[in-house]
């Protein structure tokens, strides 16, 4: 830093000369008296030592000399003022660097120092050199510390101590030696200072480790140029990159004081792999457990294999998190979706495995699983054997055949974590995938626990927002994210992405928003908390087909669904993900609370239900199940016939052996037949009959039977043949009819008149 040469300032006076009317007697200011008339300064010509200078007699006790002109004074640069001086005859004075400091409004500053230390003389004909140094700053070594409101000075010497001496005086000089003071000024060191070449090729590695031991609380700078390092780099000091650095994937860069990920790309040169190393550092120490994006998008040219980036460990831990940023797809081929097409056996004794996989090799762990037949949905490949050429899958097949073809999809994820085979307590917030169709969202790791995903956007998956491909999903937390699907204008049966899926127990799903996908979830395992989503999947065709919005996949499913808005889909219960479908002394379908949730659709046909179960194999009975509060309500389309179905594709319930099952205080708006359990009907006779029976069909939920007649009560007198009154009390019997829905009231004596019923389709426990 140089002001003389960067920005062309003059800064020293003119050098000596004849003309002495540029030399102030007094302070240097317009209009003090100069020594051109004085008598005791003159110009020397020709001094063995200096050349041309000025010649001075000391008569006043501190005789002053200050440059007319104006040195600038500059915030943040520094000056040295130099004077070179010789003693001739008489008394030795003392010399000091002086200078007069003028405002901008051309007053004189006050209150500052005004002078530099003073030398004494100590010989004739011996040259001294008198320094001192002016600046904005109060820094060690300023002599002369003033404000920035100061403009300009008026720069020269006092001589003091002793009067009658001469001396002569060489041209003063001043310099900018801003320079001196840059290593406390800017509080940072080069790595080209400690050896750094930056070439690409040197070694650079120590050079940056001495940089950062150097910087002593300060900062270091990576200066312009390619530095590469080929091992382990720590920064315990700020850093700021102004050049780039190249290191094995397998080396790490660790930012201590500046963890985020600006850092990274700036250290990189690219953001894709700047992301990747600030992964790498964030599983390994680095003071921080979180990633800051800072707001980034980064784009991806190909899937974000996140162990791969951490490189040195397989299972991980401890608490960690990458927020606030966008990860963007780039267009091109490394997201295209592999599939592999194979025949392969299967043994219901072992209802997770597929064996003689002969291409067994060029199938991907996480890659979906499709067949004819037996295959549930979501089904993917966990874990492979190549040597024993099997493959073991996510979940049970349910029925599939000794032989058949199977067909593998392996998805392609902007952020894969299947490489890990444990990660625990990590944490995705505030990040938003923007997919546009090009790839799916998250792929979670092998194994795991409490994998957490917050306030996040999954925008246009191609085909999966998150993936659970084995038990990854323990615990899982997704809360306040929104699945915005790509499918928005597609037709709902011809959709086919799905918003994440779940394999194990324990999830909670809170507060989210999805739209227009083939399924929002389709969950298996059981302990799940779902409560306060709102999921929607309509399309514009009239009276049109809709799909499940939620799936539950296992029959003891142990889950609260509470307070969701179930909008143009339904919630779908099955046991497709059971190896051995019919039901065999286990517990069947059952441990289901659905309370306070808003269903809701419009368009659709009469066919249309809010609830479904579908048995994927005989024998199975609701074992526990209760629909409390609900919402049922239909608009611009027909009245629906039932707000609850069973599909019995695969096989009916066993109707007989419902136990638990209570519903009830729910409202129903455009619904024909509003199913309760227990239900309370009116029953009217106008002829005395000793018999008389109702039909509970059009209420008891799920086509469950009467099985329990609980109570029958009298509205007003029941009366005889006669009119008389009928004093006996009646009996009731269920099970009637050839569904077994209807119940009979039995009289003593033939009775006309109304009771009221209770009947329940669940036998007491």
Request: net charge negative.
């Given at each position: 830093?140089?002001?003389?040469?960067?920005?062309?300032?003059?800064?020293?006076?003119?050098?000596?000369g004849?003309?002495?009317?540029?030399?102030?007697?007094?302070?240097?200011?317009?209009?003090?008296?100069?020594?051109?008339?004085?008598?005791?300064?003159?110009?020397?010509?020709?001094?063995?030592?200096?050349?041309?200078?000025?010649?001075?007699?000391?008569?006043?006790?501190?005789?002053?000399?200050?440059?007319?002109?104006?040195?600038?004074?500059?915030?943040?640069?520094?000056?040295?003022?130099?004077?070179?001086?010789?003693?001739?005859?008489?008394?030795?004075?003392?010399?000091?660097?002086?200078?007069?400091?003028?405002?901008?409004?051309?007053?004189?500053?006050?209150?500052?120092?005004?002078?530099?230390?003073?030398?004494?003389?100590?010989?004739?004909?011996?040259?001294?050199?008198?320094?001192?140094?002016?600046?904005?700053?109060?820094?060690?070594?300023?002599?002369?510390?003033?404000?920035?409101?100061?403009?300009?000075?008026?720069?020269?010497?006092?001589?003091?101590?002793?009067?009658?001496?001469?001396?002569?005086?060489?041209?003063?000089v001043?310099?900018?030696?801003?320079?001196?003071?840059?290593?406390s000024?800017?509080?940072?060191?080069?790595?080209r200072?400690?050896?750094?070449?930056?070439?690409?090729?040197?070694?650079?590695?120590a050079?940056?480790?001495?940089?950062?031991?150097?910087?002593?609380?300060?900062?270091?700078?990576?200066?312009?140029?390619?530095?590469?390092?080929?091992?382990?780099?720590?920064?315990?000091?700020?850093?700021?990159f102004?050049?780039?650095?190249?290191?094995?994937?397998d080396?790490?860069?660790?930012l201590?004081?500046n963890?985020?990920?600006?850092s990274?790309?700036?250290?990189?040169?690219?953001?894709?792999?700047?992301?990747?190393?600030?992964i790498?550092?964030?599983?390994?120490?680095t003071?921080?457990?979180?990633?800051?994006?800072?707001?980034?998008?980064v784009?991806?040219?190909?899937?974000?294999?996140?162990?791969?980036?951490?490189?040195?460990?397989?299972?991980?831990?401890?608490?960690?998190?990458?927020?606030?940023?966008?990860?963007?797809?780039?267009?091109?081929?490394?997201?295209?979706?592999?599939?592999?097409?194979?025949?392969?056996?299967?043994?219901?004794?072992?209802?997770?495995?597929?064996?003689?996989?002969?291409?067994?090799?060029?199938?991907?762990v996480?890659?979906?699983?499709?067949?004819?037949?037996g295959?549930?949905?979501?089904?993917?490949?966990a874990?492979?054997?190549?040597?024993?050429?099997?493959?073991?899958l996510?979940?049970?097949?349910?029925?599939?055949?000794?032989?058949?073809?199977?067909?593998?999809?392996?998805?392609?994820?902007?952020?894969?974590?299947?490489?890990?085979?444990?990660?625990?307590?990590?944490?995705?917030?505030?990040?938003e995938?923007?997919?546009?169709?090009?790839?799916s969202?998250i792929?979670?790791?092998?194994?795991?626990?409490i994998?957490?995903?917050?306030?996040?956007?999954?925008?246009?998956?191609?085909?999966r927002?998150?993936?659970?491909?084995?038990?990854?999903?323990?615990?899982?937390?997704?809360?306040r994210?929104?699945?915005?699907?790509?499918?928005?204008?597609?037709?709902?049966?011809?959709?086919?992405?799905?918003?994440?899926?779940?394999?194990?127990?324990?999830?909670k799903?809170?507060?989210?928003?999805?739209?227009?996908?083939?399924?929002?979830?389709?969950?298996?395992?059981?302990?799940?908390?779902?409560?306060?989503?709102?999921?929607?999947?309509?399309?514009?065709?009239?009276?049109?087909?809709?799909?499940?919005g939620?799936?539950?996949?296992?029959?003891?499913?142990?889950?609260?669904?509470?307070?969701?808005?179930?909008?143009n889909?339904?919630?779908?219960?099955?046991?497709?993900?059971?190896?051995?479908?019919?039901?065999?002394?286990?517990?069947?379908?059952?441990?289901?609370?659905?309370?306070?949730?808003?269903?809701?659709?419009?368009?659709?046909?009469?066919?249309?239900?809010?609830?479904?179960?579908?048995?994927?194999?005989?024998?199975?009975?609701?074992n526990?199940?209760?629909?409390?509060?609900?919402?049922?309500?239909t608009?611009?389309?027909?009245?629906?016939?039932?707000?609850?179905?069973?599909?019995?594709?695969?096989?009916?319930?066993?109707?007989?052996?419902f136990?638990?099952?209570?519903?009830?205080?729910?409202?129903?708006h455009?619904?024909?037949?509003?199913?309760?359990?227990?239900?309370?009907?009116?029953?009217?006779?106008?002829?005395?009959?000793?018999?008389?029976?109702?039909?509970?069909?059009?209420?008891?939920?799920?086509?469950?039977?009467?099985?329990?007649?609980?109570?029958?009560?009298?509205?007003?007198?029941?009366?005889d043949?006669?009119?008389?009154?009928?004093?006996?009390m009646?009996?009731?019997?269920?099970?009637?009819?050839t569904?077994?829905?209807?119940?009979?009231?039995?009289?003593?004596?033939?009775?006309?008149?109304?009771?009221?019923?209770?009947a329940?389709?669940?036998?007491?426990?």
């Amino acid at each position: 830093m140089n002001k003389a040469i960067t920005d062309g300032l003059v800064l020293s006076p003119p050098a000596f000369g004849p003309d002495l009317t540029v030399w102030s007697r007094q302070d240097g200011l317009p209009g003090s008296d100069s020594y051109a008339s004085s008598g005791n300064v003159v110009f020397v010509p020709a001094d063995q030592d200096f050349g041309g200078c000025l010649e001075m007699q000391k008569t006043e006790t501190t005789q002053t000399l200050r440059w007319m002109g104006a040195t600038p004074i500059v915030p943040g640069c520094y000056l040295r003022v130099t004077l070179r001086v010789k003693a001739i005859a008489g008394n030795l004075p003392t010399v000091r660097v002086a200078a007069t400091p003028v405002l901008s409004n051309g007053a004189v500053a006050t209150g500052v120092a005004t002078t530099g230390p003073a030398v004494t003389l100590g010989a004739y004909g011996r040259v001294e050199e008198i320094t001192a140094i002016i600046g904005t700053g109060a820094r060690g070594g300023v002599d002369m510390a003033w404000s920035s409101a100061v403009a300009h000075a008026h720069v020269g010497l006092d001589l003091t101590g002793s009067s009658g001496g001469i001396v002569r005086i060489e041209d003063i000089v001043v310099e900018d030696v801003t320079g001196a003071f840059l290593r406390s000024m800017m509080d940072w060191v080069d790595v080209r200072d400690f050896g750094a070449v930056g070439d690409g090729v040197a070694d650079d590695t120590a050079a940056f480790a001495a940089a950062d031991a150097a910087a002593e609380g300060g900062a270091v700078l990576v200066s312009e140029g390619v530095y590469r390092l080929t091992d382990h780099v720590t920064f315990d000091a700020p850093v700021r990159f102004v050049g780039r650095i190249e290191m094995p994937v397998d080396k790490r860069l660790s930012l201590i004081q500046n963890f985020e990920l600006n850092s990274y790309i700036d250290a990189f040169g690219d953001e894709e792999t700047g992301f990747k190393k600030a992964i790498q550092a964030l599983f390994n120490f680095t003071d921080h457990d979180v990633l800051d994006m800072m707001g980034r998008r980064v784009e991806l040219t190909a899937p974000l294999d996140v162990q791969a980036a951490v490189n040195d460990k397989t299972t991980y831990a401890n608490q960690r998190a990458i927020k606030n940023g966008q990860v963007q797809i780039a267009d091109g081929p490394a997201f295209d979706t592999d599939v592999v097409t194979q025949a392969c056996d299967f043994d219901t004794g072992d209802t997770r495995l597929l064996s003689n996989v002969t291409n067994v090799a060029n199938i991907a762990v996480g890659s979906l699983v499709t067949a004819p037949t037996g295959v549930g949905r979501e089904v993917y490949v966990a874990a492979r054997d190549i040597p024993n050429q099997t493959l073991t899958l996510s979940a049970p097949l349910y029925g599939a055949p000794p032989q058949q073809t199977y067909t593998f999809e392996r998805f392609k994820y902007a952020l894969d974590f299947s490489g890990f085979a444990n990660l625990q307590r990590f944490v995705l917030e505030d990040i938003e995938i923007l997919m546009a169709g090009k790839a799916s969202g998250i792929l979670l790791p092998a194994n795991g626990l409490i994998f957490h995903v917050k306030d996040c956007f999954f925008t246009g998956p191609k085909d999966r927002g998150l993936t659970s491909h084995a038990t990854g999903c323990q615990g899982m937390l997704i809360d306040r994210c929104q699945f915005l699907s790509v499918e928005n204008q597609v037709d709902v049966p011809d959709r086919k992405t799905i918003g994440f899926n779940v394999n194990k127990n324990d999830t909670k799903i809170r507060n989210n928003r999805a739209n227009k996908f083939r399924h929002f979830a389709v969950i298996s395992g059981s302990g799940h908390i779902i409560t306060g989503n709102h999921f929607f999947q309509g399309d514009n065709t009239t009276l049109g087909q809709r799909t499940a919005g939620m799936v539950l996949a296992e029959a003891q499913s142990k889950t609260v669904f509470v307070g969701n808005y179930v909008d143009n889909c339904y919630l779908e219960w099955t046991n497709e993900h059971d190896g051995a479908p019919a039901f065999n002394s286990e517990l069947s379908f059952g441990g289901l609370q659905i309370i306070g949730n808003i269903m809701f659709s419009s368009n659709v046909p009469r066919s249309y239900a809010s609830i479904h179960i579908k048995p994927y194999g005989p024998g199975h009975f609701i074992n526990g199940l209760t629909i409390t509060g609900n919402n049922f309500k239909t608009i611009k389309g027909q009245a629906l016939d039932r707000a609850e179905y069973v599909d019995d594709s695969f096989a009916p319930l066993d109707t007989s052996r419902f136990t638990d099952v209570n519903v009830h205080s729910n409202t129903f708006h455009a619904v024909q037949m509003q199913f309760q359990n227990p239900i309370t009907v009116p029953l009217v006779e106008n002829t005395a009959q000793t018999t008389w029976e109702v039909d509970l069909a059009d209420y008891l939920p799920f086509g469950g039977e009467a099985r329990v007649v609980s109570a029958i009560c009298p509205e007003g007198r029941i009366r005889d043949v006669g009119n008389g009154t009928v004093w006996t009390m009646p009996y009731g019997f269920a099970g009637f009819g050839t569904t077994g829905q209807s119940v009979r009231v039995n009289w003593s004596e033939p009775a006309r008149g109304k009771v009221f019923v209770t009947a329940r389709c669940d036998a007491p426990t």
